[in-house]
């Protein structure tokens, strides 16, 4: 039975669906928020009776028996039924009350329909990324240089749909938030996760994550779209051929990803534990072995790949592998970021490299894999594994 049908003609429930903000919460904005917030204020309200009603009692008993009224302390009945029963039956039957309002929401909260909208979602450090059902993908940065929103990054809904979204962690423990909705939800590397809703009102919402999750928790941000079925399929049209960033932009924000930064300077060209890579591209390395060897793609690749090959001159061998945890694309990447901060590289090759690439692949330069191709494998991949989990749902 459909909780929001069943419970709909309670008057609670008529008081509070679609409110706006209040002193205590957000404005509601989904079909599990009328629910959630009945159970908050149920609790709140008997929390307030018994809070006035408790300090009332020890006002009064403090005036009523003070010393100087009774300077003598009486002996008390040692049994007394009814007050017994009363403070076990009283507080029993409020307990069921919470559990009662508390578990049907919670079943509303925790049971999608089978037939919602799939959408996938992707954790990591420090972004969240949304996978559509046509491939197209969203997320990571979420503002320009001049601080205006990229709503495009954004997860988009349609309104009034009941929306899955299906969760994964490419790393450590996050946790999905909307507080409009009323849903979170942990998302766990190894895992996936579920969360469902059906966004009530058209709008941008905020997204956060609230598992401590490293460095930059407190930017793990991104918001949510609410708009009607009809935008939501334009935007998805548009999204599908759409790449947000640069490679040389994909290539900084794997440079953080994995780590180099900790080691490798970008910026200031000082020497960290590694070699600075500002100017570094398209030079000369001196190795530990006496050879002089040209810093291009390849250098580059196998340093990342078996780091003790070539040991630069002056430096330990204590760089880690990267096998196995770094792919193609992203090694591309870090490679065109590297090009973009070397004045070794010509000036219309960088720029190529910060261009965001056409939707049909013209003006994207580099001798990289598009980002394109790589955003289209990992929409199919993320296809499959969403029908996957779809089928998983039906058994
Ligand atoms: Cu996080």
Redesign the pocket.
């Known amino acids: 039975m459909n909780f929001a049908s069943a419970t709909a003609g309670s008057l609670h429930l008529a008081l509070l669906e679609g409110r706006g903000q209040t002193f205590w919460l957000p404005e509601q904005a989904s079909s599990a928020a009328g629910g959630v917030d009945l159970s908050f204020y149920i609790i709140y309200w008997i929390m307030v009776f018994f809070f006035v009603l408790l300090m009332g009692l020890t006002f009064m008993f403090v005036v009523k028996y003070h010393k100087g009224v009774h300077p003598k302390a009486e002996h008390t009945p040692h049994h007394n039924l009814p007050m017994e029963l009363s403070w076990i039956l009283i507080p029993l039957a409020l307990v069921i009350v919470i559990f009662w309002y508390g578990f049907k929401g919670y079943m509303h909260l925790t049971s999608p329909p089978a037939n919602a909208y799939q959408i996938r979602v992707v ?1 990591k ?2 972004t969240w990324q949304f996978i559509y059902p046509n491939g197209g993908i969203s997320g990571g940065k979420l503002m320009d240089e001049q601080g205006n929103d990229i709503p495009e990054s954004f997860l988009h809904v349609p309104v009034d749909t009941d929306v899955v979204l299906i969760m994964e962690s490419e790393d ?4 999905f938030y909307i507080p409009q909705f009323r849903v979170k939800q942990d ?1 766990v590397p190894g895992r996936y996760t579920k969360v469902w809703f059906k966004a009530t009102k058209e709008g941008t919402f905020n997204i956060f ?1 609230t ?1 401590y ?2 460095k930059d ?1 407190s930017s ?1 941000l991104s918001k949510v779209v609410v708009e009607s079925r009809a935008n939501f399929d334009i935007y998805l049209d548009k999204l599908k051929d759409r790449s947000p960033y640069s490679p040389a932009e994909n290539g900084e924000y794997y440079y953080g990803v994995f780590g180099c930064v900790q080691c490798h300077d970008s910026k200031d060209k000082v020497t960290i534990t590694g070699p600075t890579f500002v100017d570094a591209f398209g030079g000369q390395v001196s190795l530990e072995s006496g050879e002089t060897v040209p810093m291009d793609e390849n250098y580059v690749r196998e340093s990342i790949l078996e780091p003790n090959a070539k040991i630069h001159a002056g430096f330990q061998g204590v760089m880690p592998t990267f096998k196995g945890k770094i792919k193609d694309e992203q090694i591309n990447d870090i490679i065109a970021f590297l090009k973009t901060i070397s004045n070794n590289v010509p000036e219309d090759v960088k720029e190529a490299l910060r261009k965001v690439p056409e939707p049909s692949g013209e003006g994207a330069g580099g001798e990289s894999m598009s980002v394109e191709d790589g955003a289209a494998a990992e929409g199919a991949a993320a296809e499959d594994a969403a029908a996957d989990v779809a089928e998983g749902i039906q058994e």
Do not use: A, K, P
Not at 172 to 175: A, D, G, I, N, R
């Open positions: 954790g450090q420090w450590v423990l996050h946790s998302v994550c598992e999750c490293g928790h793990m």
